[in-house]
């Protein structure tokens, strides 16, 4: 250590200056050193004695190897003190063990002392760093790794320069450490052992947005080799997986991954992670950010077509992910969602799932269960694939499921499986008159309770008026817009009394049935959802009682105006009139040649213009044809927007 370093410089260069008959350049050095040594105890740092042992270090280069290894040994040792090594930079010894580390005639026990003091002297110092990876050292300092004898030196040095320090990072990382790294796990001869933290942390480091096409193919089995090791801890394990996910960006790699069916890796892991909980709930708490790390992985990769076609539904990595939807691990239950719901992309694929393999229900016992939201949350995004196919709508439509999905609306605790819940709704209304039916059946049969008045879509429209969540009043606003067209298509192939029916029921048990489709066409941030809200209120305006509670919510200044300002093109005045230009239209057509910041609309956006306003005419034609009472003003404003 640095307390021993002066006075066994002084041995050593004794024996130097006996062995060769000089003074070592001057006549007093053991004096200096001895010095030296008590400055040091006293906290002082001699940059000009190291100076001259770096001129020392110069003549033992040319004639005495032995004693310059063990001076080395000795400077390497002492650079482990941080105070030291600002000063063992400026002195020029950081120089001399740099350019012995690169050279060819070097000893490999003499590269191994240069490294340790280039790592010791790096550490956290970057002025020392910048020295380091310049391009004179750096590509050789790589280079080490290509010799097993120096490899396990050369990891903690480059860890050393690296951490912390994002140009080293980057530097290293342009020069294809992470190939070299790569190269090194898969030599057989080498064993990690007590390194892994730093290879892992090293290749988290050189993988992230680089260019890995210099990588071998066998790179992903390498890495993951890595997590299969008794030496790696939850932490190194995140860093593995933050590489992995580098490389599955490629997708070179992502064909590798299969084929090396590297999935039941991953999915050991999540196992094996379990067995690592000692109950200590910072230790716990990183075991479950690694689950849902290694979840997202999956979710992500079997999200491509690649994983589609490596893994069909009768593969027995699907078998073995079905299990999963019955275990007590909550993040297994969320991985075989997220895994299966991405391979239920296809009708075929979704039929299949409920027809045969009847996964719905176990789904469907999940929600019951709602033991935990995040696995709530994974089984309703599942579910809502499966509901794509017209076939599946109807099997997964119910009283009990429509009831089950609308207990996740009572507690405001959780807005995104709420939004998860309501979006599930709506692929199963879309086109299925049978489940808009259901929700619109009463909350109790019993015809004296309150309830018997109130029916699930109630119960939607009570979380709209509760929620401060936009996403979720958008979809909301959606699914009152699904319901509005299914009954428009189903009108035509139903009997009369069916459908006076179902919009007695919708119209007459929701007054503010409306108010969604208020939010949709006011709202300036997603035009299209603005078109389809203009799209649901038209529609809407079809009926006598839809015109009732169109009108209703066009009472209010902020609607009305929409309504204006879309026919028009022009801003609405106090007294109900057009009066100006509106910065999002361009002329009375509606069809506006700019928009709000100024920039001319592209064609898509002056084709949804004139979309919106041919259904905001057709709203006022059906308003005006309606028998509903408005007030003679309204209807006089409604006439002179017909006319435009």
Known sequence: MAERMFPSLEEIFQHASEAHKTDLGVQDWHNRLRQADENSRRGLRDVEILKWIRTVLDQLRVSDTEDLLDAANVLANGSRDASWRLPLGQSGLLEFFLQVSIAEDAPDELVASALRFIGNTCADTDVNREMAISPEYLPPTIGHLQNLELAAITIPVIYNICNKYERAQH???????????????????????????????????????????????????????????????????????????AFLNQ??????????????????????????ETGDPEEDSELSILRNNVNQTLSDISATTLFANHYPIDS???????????????????????????????????????????????????????????????ALGFLRNLALPAENKTVLGSLESTELISTFWSSDSNPQVQHASVGLLRQLLHNCIGNVRWLLESLSPDQDS?????????????????????STKVEIGRTVATICRCIALSSQGLPAGSISAILHRLYGMHADIARPLAMMITQSRFPIIRSEGWFALALMARSKEGSAAVSEVLQQMEVFGALVTTITGQTMNGHGSPTSQHPNTGNTSGSGSRSGIGRPLSEQERDMQAKDRENALVLVNELLKSTVRFDFLLVGTLRRLLSL
């Open 450 to 470: 309150p309830a018997h008045e109130k029916t699930y879509l109630s119960l939607l429209l009570l979380l709209y008026g509760r929620t401060d969540d936009i």
């Open 251 to 276: 997708q070179r790699f992502q064909k590798h991954f299969m084929e090396q069916d590297l999935v039941n890796t991953l999915l050991e892991l999540i196992v094996r992670s379990y067995a690592f």
């Open 316 to 378: 027995a990595l699907v078998d073995y992910l079905i299990q999963w939807l019955s275990s007590s691990r909550a993040q297994m239950r969320i991985c075989s969602c997220l895994v299966l719901g991405n391979l239920a992309r296809s009708d075929p694929v979704c039929l299949d799932m409920v027809r045969r393999l009847n996964l719905h229900e176990r789904l469907l016992q999940i929600l019951r269960d709602q033991t935990d939201m995040q696995v709530a949350y994974a």
């Open 171 to 245: 530097a290293f990382r342009a020069s294809g450490l992470c190939s070299a790294l790569i190269n090194v796990l898969a030599d057989p001869a080498f064993e990690a052992g007590p390194l892994v933290p730093y290879i892992c942390t090293l290749l988290d480091y050189s993988s992230q947005h680089a260019d890995l096409a210099d990588c071998p193919d066998h790179s992903l089995q390498t890495i993951m080799q890595l997590l299969k090791g008794p030496q790696i801890d939850s932490s190194d394990m995140l860093l593995v997986i933050n590489t992995v996910n």
